[in-house]
Each structure stands twice: as C-alpha cells, then as structure tokens.
C-alpha cells in the first residue's frame, strides 16, 4: 500500500486534538497539536457539554493550520481523514465529526470514524518501544475501566470492566469531597504523595471476586463515610485520605491486571487511558510485572490524555487493515458505543 497522510482529529469530550500521521516506513507520527479546556470548566467543578462544543468550534481549524505549519505539508496533501466517533459527549463528537466529514468532502479524500477507545488502546504503539500483539489491554480513563485481550487490530475482547464508577471518575469525585480544584486526579495523586501509608484503610471492592470486574463506588462511599466521622480533615489527614484512597484503587487495579496476564498465558501488559499515568500505578505494576516476567508498555504521558496522535494512528492502522474506510458524506456520532462491538 502507498505512503497515507492522515489527518487525526479528536473532540470526544474536553480535549480537542489535531494529529498528522505518516504511513511511510512503518509509520510516525508527524505532529500533534492540543487544547485543554480545564481552565474553561474549572469554575463549575466539571465539563459543561454546551460550553465543550463552543470551543471544539473555534479551536480546530487554527489547530490544523498549526499542524500543517509544523510539518510542512498542505491541505491537498491530507489522503484520509480519522475521527472520533464516539463514544462521548454527542455534541462535542459532532462538532470533530462535522469538521472532518466536510473537509474530506472538500478534499475528495474517504473518512475513517474511530472509536475513542481503541485510540487509548493502541497509543503505546506510538512509543519508542512499542508492544507487539496479541496483549492484555488495562484501559483507565475517566469514564473507563476495562481489561481487554488485544489479538490484532479490531480483535478484541472484553475480559472484565467496571460495574459502576470508573477509576478516573472515583478519583475526581473523591478529589472533589476533599476540596480539591478540577480536575481532581492529578490533584489527588499529587496530594497522595505527602500521606503515610496505612493511616487510612479503605476497602478493595471486588478485589477477591475471583473475575476480572471492578467496583468503585464503594470505596468513594468509604471516604466520604471516614470524612464525615472527622469532621472537618486538617491537611495532614486530607494527605493521609488521599493516600489510602490511591493505595486502594492501585491494589485492586494491579491486581486484576496481574490476573488477567496469568489467566490469558500472554506476557505483555499495555496500560492506557489518563489514569494510566499516575505515577503509583506505574511503579506497582512495573514491580509485579518484573517479578512475573511481563512487559508494561504506556503511551507517553502526553498521549494519556485525550489527543489526535492516538486517533490519527488507530485510523492509519485500520486504514491500512481495510476496516472503517468510507467515503465523506453522510454521517453519524456514537455517544455510547462499546469497544466490543468493533471486529476486524
């Protein structure tokens, strides 16, 4: 197949992210181009979805003008274009969707809509040392918790996902009771840091049940129960919380990962998704892997988040597979849309 110039735009929720990806030689990522919008949504403690939309409006086409100026390349040059699809917020999907829908129209180039997920799940393919397949996925994020066998591109199977909260959302809901500033993971992660281990013991939900599910809302019902018992937390405690907080969710998270890798026979662990770059997470796990002989690949950490590098990839390497590609024109978003579904 010829050298491909993708373009890769992402606007699933607060995040909007241009990407040029190069198909020649192996493939590389040219350029990405990010806009965060935490400062925007910081006041109200959370994403607004209506005011999301608004600025996905105004920040992707100055995006793609810098992506395009960083490398050097023309809007002619562009042979495909991948976006995300879902899932997420419907009208910040549409704004990316509708962009990258009439531009390949005006170009005469196909379209490649792309599961936000799988964008996670293959972004450490853009590492310096990427994994190779089949592999365990571990996909945490804000919205996510999953455990995943990766065979191929499109070939995925569903291992075991959260029943309730997602690790991400747990961490900002609980950020938020200790009076942390959105986002509150990072925030959290950080204040975790200056806790003394065992002060605080929460509980590890789900961490016997024997599959490879997870629960959340438990141990978020757990902090909130302790919090109340103190009354109001000094900072000192509020560290200590943080701590046993982090400590659960880390074991559990670890834990089932490590299962997951036994049970599958395989050897190489890909952790993606924003919590997968918390720092605590990365040391266990790389502890438990190298005693049990397995590899652990994350993306860097600046494709944890939300990005177009990620999207712009898994449209190239579904492009070059022959899924997904159809011609501009009519269109639809997935605000809901499991990763299961997707098969090569």
């Known amino acids: 197949m ?13 995040e909007t992210g241009v990407a040029l ?9 040219l350029t990405h181009a990010l806009h965060s919008q935490i400062a925007m949504h910081r006041d109200y403690g959370g994403v607004v979805p209506e005011l999301a939309s608004r600025d996905h409006i105004r920040r992707t086409a100055p995006l793609l003008r810098k992506v395009l100026s960083e490398t050097g390349r023309k809007l002619d040059e562009i042979d495909a274009v991948a976006y995300t699809q879902g899932p997420g917020l419907a009208g910040a999907l549409l704004v990316g969707a509708a962009f990258a829908e009439g531009l390949a129209v005006a170009l005469g180039i196909p379209v490649i809509p792309v599961h936000h997920l799988e964008g996670h799940l293959l972004s450490p393919l853009l590492s310096r040392q990427p994994p190779a ?7 945490v994020s804000g919205g996510h918790s999953q455990l995943m066998r990766v065979d191929g591109i499109g070939r995925y199977r569903l291992l075991g996902e959260t029943l309730d909260d997602a690790a991400g959302e747990a961490f900002d809901k609980t950020a938020k009771l200790l009076g942390l500033p959105y986002p509150g993971g990072p925030a959290l992660s950080g204040m975790a840091e200056h806790g003394r281990p065992d002060i605080c013991q929460f509980p590890r939900p789900m961490l016997n049940s024997g599959d490879l599910n997870f629960s959340f809302s438990g141990l978020k019902t757990a902090v909130l129960t302790h919090v109340r018992e103190i009354g109001t937390p000094d900072e000192q405690q509020r560290a200590d919380i943080a ?36 720092w605590e997470l990365r ?3 790389n502890e438990c892997a190298a005693k049990a002989k397995v590899s652990v690949f994350y993306p860097e950490f600046e494709l944890c988040t939300d990005n177009g590098a990620m999207i712009a990839l898994a449209g190239a390497l579904r492009f070059e597979a022959g899924l997904s590609l159809k011609s501009a024109g009519a269109f639809a978003v997935r605000p809901r849309w499991p990763l299961c579904e997707l098969t090569g």
């Open 133 to 139: 397949f089949p592999f365990i996925a571990l996909l």
């Open 2 to 14: 010829p050298a491909m110039l993708i373009l890769g735009i992402e606007s699933s929720c607060d």
């Open 283 to 285: 040391r266990r796990l």
């Open 243 to 278: 701590r046993g907080f982090q400590d659960a969710i880390v074991d559990v998270l670890v834990k089932k990962s490590m299962r997951a890798i036994k049970h599958s026979g395989l050897t190489q662990l890909v952790v993606a998704g924003g919590v997968g770059a918390n």
């Open 21 to 29: 990806y190069d198909t020649n030689a192996g493939g590389r990522l």
